[in-house]
């Protein structure tokens, strides 16, 4: 901490940039603990959503804070955008793919040896 | 014609550090593709079973999860400390930031470990001896299992490379020159904040599905 004090400049913006974290820190120790108490509350479908939504939320301070996303650059923006893009690519054309495959009119005749599958 | 204002170019470092950074990200891109399927994996066999899956799930440790959850929170909290230290070159803060993210991370994967020692004796890792007491759908409880194993191993993995890097800066902080060991701070800080990521959705994924029914 003694040599924050020898450039006044430097240690303010670091001090900043600190105190912007410990606030991020805060933000996410909350959403935490958020999305660990609100899963014992029976909301049904509702917890799945408010799980995904927070989680959504924290990666966001993350990135944007922690990963410095904010910053004027785009391109490192666009490359996590289009990695976001593929997953979701493959992500629908795999739920389209389970959604609807039908099962075989007559199942296989189960014994030891029969592999078990999902479907 | 009037000549069009003109911004100096970039110094070969802010260059240099922007190039690096972008790597990174590209990295950090295929690592997604790396874990988006075995989140896929999880949903899927989620939604072919849902009441095994939440009753597979209040078998983990929910206090265990969400204490490991708040202690990877306060490593990029450090992380992002030594980072902005490090950018400052106020290098000794740095090297306490980083010794704290990786003493955490260790701390993390120790919990993980006793977890797992839990897991192992309550006969819930997949394989033959596999039995999760009170769970009428075994190869469903199985197959939560199998993507618990999996997914926060391969996390662990990951956490494990990490607390490594961090190391390796703790020790290049004394001897590298300032814009060099920013740089490298810099990189291995985006690496444990994507880890981190993981673990955010990792979390409720599998400690807390099925706690309220």
Not at chain 2, 22 to 27: A, K, N, P, R, T
Not at chain 2, 98 to 111: E, K, Y
Not at chain 2, 182 to 192: I, K, P, T
């Amino acid at each position: 901490m003694k040599k924050i004090h020898e450039d006044q400049h430097a240690g303010g913006d670091l001090r900043r940039a600190m105190h912007k974290a410990l606030g991020i820190w805060l933000l996410l120790l909350v959403l935490a603990l958020i999305t660990a108490g609100s899963a014992y509350i029976p909301l049904g479908a509702g917890n799945a959503a408010v799980n995904v939504a927070v989680a959504t939320i924290k990666t966001l301070l993350v990135a944007v804070y922690f990963m410095h996303l904010r910053e004027p650059y785009p391109v490192p923006r666009l490359a996590c955008i289009v990695a976001l893009v593929l997953v979701a690519i493959l992500f629908t054309l795999s739920g389209i793919d389970y959604a609807t495959r039908v099962p075989p009119a007559s199942p296989p005749p189960a014994g030891p040896d029969t592999p078990r599958t999902l479907r | 014609m009037s000549a069009p204002a003109i911004l100096p170019p970039p110094s070969a470092d802010t260059q240099r550090n922007y190039q690096t950074r972008l790597g990174m990200w590209v990295f950090l891109s295929t690592e997604l593709m790396f874990f988006g399927p075995v989140f896929w994996s999880y949903l899927v066999a989620r939604q072919h079973a849902p009441a095994a899956f939440a009753q597979a799930g209040r078998l983990t440790n929910a206090w265990l999860g969400t204490g490991n959850t708040l202690l990877l929170l306060t490593s990029s909290l450090t992380m992002a400390l030594a980072v902005e230290a490090a950018r400052h070159g106020v290098r000794s803060y740095a090297r306490r930031a980083l010794w704290l993210t990786a003493l955490l991370g260790c701390v993390f994967l120790a919990v993980k470990g006793y977890e797992y020692v839990n897991d192992w004796h309550e006969n819930l890792f997949p394989g033959a001896h596999f039995h999760a007491l009170g769970i009428a759908g075994q190869d469903a409880a199985q197959m939560f299992f199998f993507v618990y194993f999996f997914a926060t191993g391969l996390h662990a993995l990951h956490l494990t490379i990490g607390i490594v890097m961090v190391a390796v800066m703790i020790r290049r902080m004394r001897t590298a020159a300032r814009s060099v060991a920013s740089r490298e701070v810099d990189l291995v800080g985006l690496y444990w904040h994507f880890v981190d990521i993981v673990w955010i959705f990792l979390f409720p994924a599998l400690y807390l599905i099925g706690r309220s029914s």
